[in-house]
DNA sequence: TCCATATTGTAGTGCTCACTACAGATGTAG
DNA sequence: CTACATCTGTAGTGAGCACTACAATATGGA
């Protein structure tokens, strides 16, 4: 039997181009003709290769984290607590004024709220960026064993503080903010941590 | 002359229907049907009173920003640039997670991208959340006058912190997080304007 | 009372959306 | 070369969208 007529698109580069259309307009407001002519592709072959709409999110969602996993990975091997708050933070305000990319985090301006026909959206695109959440609590955790944190740190509240540091970080990129203006937050934001480690002097 | 038919609903109760769906839904992902449901009146009369989806929305933001004045000008009110943000974190936590409205802030849920059709909607909501931050850039200058803070403080960046991680909370509100959770992230958060005040010890 | 003016409810308008039927094209297997 | 399986491009599909035409209705002023 014959195995069909191959594909004559390069699925990843398809993907990059629909993660940037995403990452712009957000899941609602990309539309199937703005993703297949960003895609270079008709939208039979879309549906044929992702399924829906939603599919093709989820694959450009797969891609972004899988991207990004080297460089989490980077940041969480930084030596001390404080020092992953600072790589992470400020590799963020580097990352989301990216001329490259557009503004902001593709986790954040895929979409906050949907409408009806989209609730699962927001939901997706939360547990995504708990994914980084937990890396981030269970490289404190370890912190405080090593005694780098404090004893009365709380490993889980400080990962949710650099995630939602992150998150408004991310917000502001795409509504303007330059990096020099990322990068003072993050430095702003990174004291809390240092204010929780033991090595500082009077504690 | 006769003064025409007049009016048979509350504008402003309309209104704070309206709010609520552009809270849950977002701009684009709300519709007129589902507006005027909650609304309780008929397209026609929607557009007669705000012209369009969009004026809609921005009476609704009016409506928002209007009802949180007071709550900011006791967050503005307080003695130190420490508690300034203390009670604007600590308060975000707790509104973002008031049962009574929809989770999250509407400045962040009501769209931070939209479609080409509707590109001007997350500007809107931008400047609205910088009005905000400049209360807190003034307040902070003032403080930084008073040597309230540091010599080395800078209230912009501060008061861009401060705003960053209460759009962070907004987000993570929205997501599940409850009062708890947000209340941790203040308490972290707080730490870094501490760090920057000159009534620390040892400094 | 009768006109002018404004709102209301019904019932659409044209448009765009995500998605797909279909036929032609292009490959593999025998 | 033939049969078959899959992809590709064209051209739509019904559904839902923001928005509105229209006639009925309700007020104030002459």
Redesign the pocket.
Known sequence: ?????????DCDAALDQAMEVFWRHGYEG????QLTEAMG?????????FG???GLLKAALDRYTERRAAWMEEVLSAPTARDVAERMLMGVAEKQTDPANPPGCLLVQGGIAC???SASVPFELAARRAQTEEQLRDRFARAKDEGDLKLSADPAALARYVSAVSVGMGVMASSGADRDALAQVAAVAVKAVEEQSSGRPET
Chains 1, 2 share one sequence.
């Open positions: 039997m014959g195995m069909g007529r191959p594909r004559t698109f990309a539309t199937i003709a592709i008709n939208p039979p072959s879309l549906y044929a290769a829906s709409k939603e409408g009806t026909g």
